[in-house]
């Protein structure tokens, strides 16, 4: 058997913890505290840490989980994590034994120059580059990189479970229906997701699927998006990339 499940940490952060019953991954275990008690809680042995990406909220908990279990913690070059790790680069795989599972890693940059994701076992995790119905802010990559990062996830199989790293698809999805006020596979989207968080229960994780049919980042070809992201920049868009960036731009300053 193999789970996935979510331990809410901070404000709006899920550490993700994958599991055989016995043995466990955590990825991006920012707070080491709700990770301890989901592992006493579940009797699970920690073998291995996953971080996407080096900002505190993803990494914080890493040296201290490593540390009192001697699981193996593996990141981008960039993370001052406080603990010894395996770097990776992208275009690789992290093989474990137990608990049994092969993850092939990409590299993703656009939040972080070194974001990487990781997808296998149907699943992606992803960090802070694709959320549910939004993507991730550029702090440090351009918003081409970013577009071909998430374009590269988009093309990834439509059943494929997505496990990002924040619980802020609400406010995503308020979002994409001003982009998109005519989408209505967004709008029962949006439904749903509030019935969800209405019971306190995560919206994650979503699919591929769901994700191109109604996350506005990856519908950038679409003619409604294209339109509504060239009213907001004031001028005619045609780029893929461009449509991109003024959307980015537009969520950047999107308050309501
Ligand atoms: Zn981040
Ligand atoms: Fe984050």
């Known amino acids: 058997m193999r789970a996935i499940i979510p331990i809410p940490a901070f404000s709006d952060n899920y550490i993700w913890l994958i599991h055989d019953g016995r043995h466990a991954v955590l990825v991006d ?7 301890f008690a989901a592992l006493a809680a579940l009797r699970l042995e920690l073998r291995a840490i996953l971080l996407t990406h080096h900002h505190p909220d993803h990494v914080g908990g890493a040296a201290e989980l490593a540390a009192a279990t001697g699981a193996a913690v593996y990141g981008p070059s960039r993370t001052a994590c406080g603990t010894t790790f395996h770097t990776l680069a992208g275009d690789e795989r992290v093989v474990l034994g137990t608990p049994e599972l092969a993850l092939e890693v990409l590299a993703v940059p656009g939040h972080t120059r070194d974001h990487l994701a990781y997808y296998g076992i149907g699943a992606l995790f992803c960090g802070d580059t694709l959320f549910a119905g939004g993507c991730g802010r550029l702090f440090e990559g351009s918003p081409a990189q970013m577009f071909s990062s998430l374009q590269r996830l988009a093309r990834l199989p ?6 990002c ?4 698809t609400l406010a995503n999805l308020r979002f994409a229906c001003r982009v998109e006020p005519e989408n209505a596979a967004l709008a029962a989207r949006e439904m749903a997701e509030r019935a969800k968080r209405e019971r306190a229960l995560p919206t994650l994780p979503s699919t591929i699927g769901l994700e191109r049919a109604t996350n506005p980042f990856l519908r950038c070809q679409e003619p409604a998006v294209i339109a509504a992201a060239g009213t907001a920049a004031g001028q005619r868009l045609e780029e893929p990339v461009a449509v991109f960036t003024a959307l980015r731009a537009w969520k950047d300053r999107f308050t309501e």
């Open 158 to 163: 439509h059943d494929t479970l997505v496990f």
């Open 165 to 168: 790293a924040h619980e802020y």
């Open 29 to 35: 275990p920012g707070d080491a505290t709700p990770a």
